[in-house]
């Protein structure tokens, strides 16, 4: 398969401009800053079918048609670098080993959106990408690439780079762009979507670095060779992390569609140690967990995933051998997100924190046969009720995790003892 975002992955100093350059770097922007309009740039990534890869998977040249180009207030295009679902960890590489291509990626959403000034949102503690890209925008704006007349094609476009300060909630577009304008990062109830009303009131689009990074490829190769990988309706290849109990964790580029047990089999080595896939949970820490039968059915892509009652989400694959205990797995993402709401609506701030102290109770073997019913009253009751998804983040996993490993949490709930003997195989 052709590599559209890691062809550099292994190149010496593959960060540096002048070795980005001698691959050809930066030759689509200045194509498409001299040549090509917004209509034109817009049509052509529609094209190719690419998809946001955020988490939700939505069409990303769609998107940008909603942005009103020609409104004279200015439109703004923010890079979401924040990446803090659990298990993902693919944007980190981007900035990190080619921060440049993330560039190049930038002038030419710009160029469709008629935008002139972009923003890299870093997540907070990502210290070393951080600096990594921030020296790479000033090699670029030395070399003349960003700033007034970028490439000498007579486009304007000025960078910036922002730190995030390591809240989860600000990976949400809108808190996202809150915490740009230097408020909470708290997201704001839509409509109005940020198409029109985004940073400071103008029309805006917040893609996430992935999806940024495909684009010179996309110019370069056109759409009929990026709708020769991956499915009718996901085309494309995907970054995609796998960490847990696979003897070769690490970041993939894989074509969508690759079978989830191939991923795991043959990309990752399978399953360390010689032992049983118990669970897995192919897109983020958010998205609903699969059985290991489940697992033998669903491909990489956005459709398999949804039909077997997941999803592809930021690809961030965890996996789990036969000696994890779900109760307690649960009660780490229960931390994690309850930790991280941003309190605004009662059902998340209420019903995240409870239901985490439900799930340290049972694990502690403190709970009560009741408890398991509640946590399930507790996710319905979160579910779709509040002003963004982070709520239902949670809620997912606890309905999945309740269905599928239900007797492991009636037990312990019953009896203060674990099912399984955790890192102990049967
Ligand atoms: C709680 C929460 C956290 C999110 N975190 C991220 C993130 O870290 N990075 C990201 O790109 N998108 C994240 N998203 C999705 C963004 O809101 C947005 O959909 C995405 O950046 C759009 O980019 P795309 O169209 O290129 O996928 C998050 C969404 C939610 C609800
Ligand atoms: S769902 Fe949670 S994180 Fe999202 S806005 Fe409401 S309180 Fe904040």
Known sequence: MEKVLTSLWGVENSHKL?????????????????DWDSPKLIEHVKATG???????????????????????????????????????????????RTPHLLIEGVLIAAKALKCHHAFIYCRGEFYD??????????EAKAAGIVGKNALGTGYDIQVTVHSGFGAYICGEETGLIESLEGKKGQPR?????????GLYGCPTVVNNV?????????????PEAYKKMG??????????SISGHVERPGTYEIELGMPLKDFINETAG????????????????SVPVLTAEEVEKVNLDYESCAANGTMLGSGGCIVMDETVDMVHMLRVLGHFYSHESCGQCTPCRRGTSWAHRTLCRIDDGEGKPEDVETLLHIANNMTGRTICPLADALAMPIKSFLTKFREEFDYKARTGKSLVQPGKAA
């Open 270 to 285: 399978g399953i360390w140690k010689g032992r049983k896939l118990k669970a897995c949970i192919p897109g983020g820490s």
């Open 210 to 222: 992935e999806t940024i990074a495909a684009l010179p490829w996309l110019i370069k190769n056109g």
């Open 18 to 34: 002048d070795v980005y350059k001698s691959h050809g770097g930066y030759e689509m922007a200045k194509q498409v800053l001299s």
């Open 129 to 138: 990408q951080l600096a990594i890209v921030r020296a790479a925008v000033e």
């Open 50 to 96: 690419l998809r946001g890869r955020g988490g939700a998977g939505f069409p990303t040249g769609l998107k940008w048609s909603f942005v009103p180009i020609d409104s004279e207030k200015p439109k703004y295009l923010c890079v979401n670098a924040d990446e803090s679902e659990p298990g993902t960890a693919k944007d980190r590489y981007v900035l990190e």
């Open 231 to 240: 499915t009718e309706k996901s085309p494309g290849s995907k970054l995609m």
């Open 189 to 197: 109830i839509k409509p109005p979507f940020p198409a029109v009303h």
